[in-house]
């Protein structure tokens, strides 16, 4: 079974400091990845996904994510983080070798950015 | 393009009461997907459809939870009787194609 951990329960920063969170997850086979993000009182939004190729991808408002095979991990990054980057961050992985399946989430992250 | 419907937002009930949930999935997504999203978790599977059959139930508490997708566009999510334990949100997904697409949820408290 399909199971992912983000080692962070919540993150504060300060504005302009660079953010990364921590993504592995448990799977055989090939996978799809993804982050989500939920501001607050909002519905979670996509925030990047990876399927194949590029193992760098680059999401909406200056996020990026890495996927490294060997480490099963899919980190998420934001060089300068903004005061309106406060949210929830969930990653999850679904599996990628046909059609539309179920997506496993991770815990979540709850980031604070402080002026 | 319009989102994900959900109704209602918000309910409140006694435990023992029955409560239903809609959604209304993107136009043209023939999968559709409810999650149950309890307090400091991240959402977890209860029903998959495609179009308006069932692909994954395995995670459905079956002898209190039902859900359908009669003509293959809007569902239904129903719990009856509930429990102090559902207390979660209940978020509708829909896709086309790997990407899942959420509605705003329906936040329950059981009472």
């Known amino acids: 079974a399909q199971s992912v951990s983000q080692h962070n329960h919540h993150v504060i920063l300060s504005e302009a400091a660079s953010l990364e969170l921590g993504c592995n997850y448990s799977y055989g086979g090939t996978v799809n990845l993804f982050w989500y993000v939920q501001y607050p009182g909002q519905h979670l939004q996509l925030l990047l996904k990876?399927?194949?190729?590029?193992?760098l991808v680059k999401g909406i408002k200056g996020f990026e994510a890495e996927f490294i095979k060997s480490k099963f991990s899919f980190n998420l990054r934001k060089p300068s983080v903004q005061w309106s980057d406060t949210a929830e961050y969930f990653c999850?992985?679904?599996?990628?070798?046909?059609?539309?399946?179920?997506?496993?989430f991770g815990k979540g992250t709850r980031l604070s950015v402080i002026a | 393009e319009a989102g994900v419907a959900q109704s209602p937002r918000y309910k409140i009930i006694e435990k023992r009461q029955s409560v239903a949930f809609w959604c209304n999935p993107i136009?043209?997504?023939?999968?559709l997907y409810w999650y149950q999203q309890i307090l400091g978790q991240g959402p977890k599977l209860l029903i998959q459809f495609q179009n308006n059959g069932v692909v994954d139930d395995s995670q459905l508490p079956k002898d209190r939870f039902s859900a359908e997708r009669l003509k293959g566009v809007d569902s239904t999510l129903k719990i009856q009787p509930a429990k102090l334990e559902d207390s979660a949100v209940y978020l509708c997904?829909?896709?086309?194609?790997?990407?899942?697409?959420f509605g705003p949820g329906t936040r329950l408290l059981v009472l």
């Open positions: 997904a829909s896709s086309y194609d790997e990407t899942q697409y």
């Open positions: 999850a992985v679904n599996a990628g070798y046909s059609g539309n399946t179920p997506l496993v």
């Open positions: 990876y399927f194949s190729g590029d193992p």
């Open positions: 136009s043209g997504h023939a999968t």
